[in-house]
């Protein structure tokens, strides 16, 4: 049996409120895909990925219902996808944590934040991972409202730069491993 396709849209350095309207394009065209008159097949299904600010966001837009997976289930593939990566780049210290502290945790900083919206079993929004991100931001707030906790990044914890562009690969294979799918590129949410 063949593994479903999801498509990988690469925005690259674009605003955040630009990959939020691809991400709603997205959620709209796997709406659609189940909806009636819809062609046979699976739904539409997608990850728009963008690098606002540095850090790696990733926005998996999957239908749960057709996947038979919970939503804590889905947040748990977020993190254990995340740790995967870590372990592919020599950080087997990384972890989860078990609720609230969602997202993967190097001791107490948090090297990547998870915050997914799910609406009819459509998900949106998923992951920003740290990769060369300026730490000091989070020296002025109380990130993901965590008290006594940190924020670190890839770069931080590998003692060098380690830019998105090097993170790629790794992240689509993790994520094809974990949510047993093929990623294949794509120009628009309805390509």
Request: glycine letters at 8%; aromatic letters at 6%; charged letters at 20%.
């Amino acid at each position: 049996m063949s593994r479903p396709a999801v498509r990988v849209l690469r925005l690259g350095a674009v605003p955040y409120a630009e990959a939020l309207r691809v991400q709603e394009r997205c959620v709209a065209a796997a709406r659609a895909a189940r909806g009636p008159g819809a062609p046979p097949g699976p739904p539409a299904e997608s990850v728009v990925l963008s690098e606002p600010a540095r850090p790696l966001l990733a926005f998996p837009v999957l239908d749960l219902r057709r996947r038979r997976l919970p939503l804590r289930a889905y947040v748990a593939g977020l993190e254990a996808l995340v740790l995967r990566l870590c372990r592919r780049l020599g950080l087997g210290a990384a972890r989860a944590l078990p609720p609230p502290f969602t997202g993967v945790w190097m001791g107490d900083s948090k090297l990547c934040a998870i915050g997914v919206h799910c609406g009819n079993h459509i998900t949106s929004h998923g992951l920003a991972l740290n990769c060369c991100t300026d730490l000091t931001w989070f020296d002025h707030i109380v990130p993901c409202g965590l008290e006594g906790k940190g924020v670190t990044s890839l770069s931080h914890e590998l003692g060098q730069h380690v830019a998105v562009n090097h993170v790629l690969e790794p992240f689509l294979d993790s994520f094809q491993e974990v949510f047993d799918c093929t990623l294949v590129s794509s120009k628009e949410p309805g390509d």
